[in-house]
């Protein structure tokens, strides 16, 4: 292919660009073939195979917080496949293309883009996960791209992928108004008319409107707005203000087995606790960082403060308590890097500490990659061989969040105790939740004496993700009350809530 000139693309004749796009797509290919699904991201597929149309689809996610378009993604895919590795291929694609996109298309310095495809975000988190981030992550490297462009459609592109990107994520969508900031301020600086300027900041208003509808907790969901506010503590604060040093160093706690979700510094807090103190200066040490690196465009600096501060507050109300939440304040500063690259090039000294930054990044992704590859990430996959110690003839249900695995791996609706009725999928408005749960102190004894009364048996084979010893703290009284005798256990998942367990319950 060559362009108008008779010349071929420039990107034709980067060979170490396309040499790290193909180790790229090994490395995450591999990866990808190991992984083995976790609730999170089957959860989001068993709403969307269950959905028969589109306003069924609408209607069924409304509880969860998150905008549609990666449900209708799994919704069309669901059309025309129930294979959950169909999800994972499709994601994986997204995010390779992610990848390419970066590689080629945008100003970054060569040795930025060598370094970035293998980080903790890009090669495992939005990578490997099947989940809405690395759909909005693609959306605004795209808009970086269209911003600097000029082209007969180039607003209608632009509005186009910032409605897109508001409606993946709520942090998507915060990155979103972090962009369209910074295209104000650019605006504003091309001298466009004030009248122009209002009626982007207009626009824009308008274009996040049905994001926020959607991500607004109905009133009569068990997670509205009322109990986001009254569950506010001290130490959803304190959560909130490491996020930037989860963001810019994600390393995991590499000592422990089930390092997923975890911080080394956060995790040493209780053995050294001066890093109580030490962690918060470092967090915001890397938002200084970051603001100094970008100093030299007011545009690129506004966007990355404007992305940690809304993300800050709204992390009060849903705590940013792991890294997949974290990293769009680290996505938010490599698009401004972009932006700020597009106006003029780096300082040396200042391209090197982005890719020292990139290190971090790199360390922590090779070491979570090695470990998806060598352990089981998650044993959910193994349900069947659970199900099928169960004796002929005899009745097996599920309780809460062993529903999603079941469910996914069977492809059929079952009964939840917890819930008290089948179910092909878990809602959060109609079912009973996680913080229900936490405070009915005998879930399990209640539901199973209504339970076998209604069945008019005395024994029942329960599939749960719960632990013996977990299932005594969620009730009490249940080993008191009743016979519980362990049958069958797979254990060893990196992810904590991704082992099976197997139980026999009767009357005494």
């Given at each position: 292919?060559?362009?108008?000139?008779?010349?071929?693309p420039s990107y034709l004749s980067q060979p170490l660009l396309?040499?790290?796009?193909?180790?790229?797509?090994?490395?995450?290919s591999y990866t990808m073939l190991n992984h083995e699904l976790w609730g999170d991201e089957f959860h989001s597929w068993n709403i969307a195979k269950a959905s028969n149309s589109f306003f069924d689809l609408i209607h069924n996610s409304r509880y969860e917080g998150h905008p549609p378009v990666w449900y209708t993604i799994l919704w069309i895919i669901s059309k025309f496949t129930h294979s959950l590795q169909c999800m994972q291929v499709v994601h994986?694609?997204?995010?390779?293309?992610?990848?390419?996109?970066?590689?080629?298309?945008?100003?970054?310095p060569t040795a930025t883009k060598v370094l970035l495809p293998f980080g903790y975000y890009f090669l495992f988190e939005y990578a490997i996960l099947s989940r809405n981030y690395a759909?909005?992550?693609?959306?605004?490297?795209?808009?970086?791209?269209?911003?600097?462009?000029?082209?007969?459609?180039?607003?209608?592109?632009?509005?186009?992928?910032?409605?897109?990107?508001s409606n993946v994520h709520l942090l998507a969508m915060l990155l979103a108004g972090s962009l369209h900031l910074y295209f104000l301020i650019w605006n504003v600086e091309q001298k466009k008319k004030r009248s122009i300027v209002a009626l982007h900041i207009l626009l824009g208003?308008?274009?996040?409107?049905?994001?926020?509808?959607?991500?607004?907790?109905?009133s009569d969901g068990n997670m509205n707005m009322g109990v986001l506010?009254?569950?506010?503590?001290?130490?959803?604060?304190a959560m909130d203000i490491q996020a930037p040093l989860r963001a810019f160093a994600p390393m995991p706690a590499w000592w422990q087995y089930n390092f997923w979700n975890t911080h080394f510094l956060l995790v040493l807090h209780g053995k050294y606790r001066i890093l109580k103190f030490v962690s918060p200066l470092l967090a915001y040490g890397f938002v200084g960082l970051g603001c100094y690196i970008?100093?030299?465009?007011?545009?690129?600096?506004?966007?990355?403060?404007?992305?940690?501060?809304?993300?800050?507050?709204?992390?009060?109300?849903?705590?940013?308590?792991?890294?997949?939440?974290?990293g769009f304040i680290f996505i938010g500063f490599i698009t401004a890097y972009w932006l700020y690259c597009y106006d003029r090039p780096l300082q040396k000294n200042k391209n090197n500490i982005v890719n020292i930054l990139l290190v971090f990044q790199l360390i922590a992704g090779v070491f979570i990659v090695s470990k998806d590859i060598s352990l089981p990430f998650s044993n959910s996959y193994r349900v069947k061989e659970a199900m099928n110690q169960v004796p002929p003839n005899e009745k097996l249900i599920t309780d809460y969040w062993a529903l999603n695995t079941i469910t996914a791996y069977t492809d059929k609706p079952f009964y939840c105790l917890t819930a008290q009725k089948t179910l092909s999928f878990l809602s959060f408005g109609s079912d009973i939740t996680p913080q229900q749960l936490a405070k009915l102190r005998h879930i399990y004894c209640d539901q199973l004496s209504a339970f076998f009364q209604k069945e008019k048996i005395d024994h029942?084979?329960?599939?749960?993700?719960?632990?013996?010893?977990?299932?005594?703290?969620?009730?009490?009284?249940?080993?008191?009350?009743?016979?519980?005798?362990?049958?069958?256990k797979i254990e060893g998942a990196i992810e904590k809530g991704s082992n099976i367990y197997l139980y026999r319950i009767s009357s005494l």
């Open positions: 292919m060559k362009n108008i000139n008779g010349t071929r396309w040499a790290i796009l193909v180790l790229y797509i090994l490395i995450a994986l694609t997204i995010a390779i293309i992610v990848v390419f996109v970066m590689l080629f298309y945008s100003p970054l759909i909005g992550v693609l959306a605004g490297f795209l808009i970086c791209i269209v911003i600097h462009k000029e082209f007969k459609y180039k607003l209608i592109v632009y509005y186009a992928l910032l409605f897109f990107m208003t308008l274009i996040f409107l049905p994001a926020m509808y959607f991500i607004a907790p109905p506010v009254s569950r506010w503590s001290p130490s959803i604060f970008l100093k030299e465009n007011k545009k690129s600096v506004a966007l990355f403060l404007a992305n940690v501060v809304v993300t800050f507050i709204i992390g009060n109300l849903y705590a940013l308590a792991t890294q997949r939440y974290s029942v084979y329960i599939l749960s993700i719960e632990s013996p010893l977990d299932l005594s703290k969620l009730d009490t009284k249940l080993y008191s009350s009743y016979h519980v005798q362990l049958t069958y």
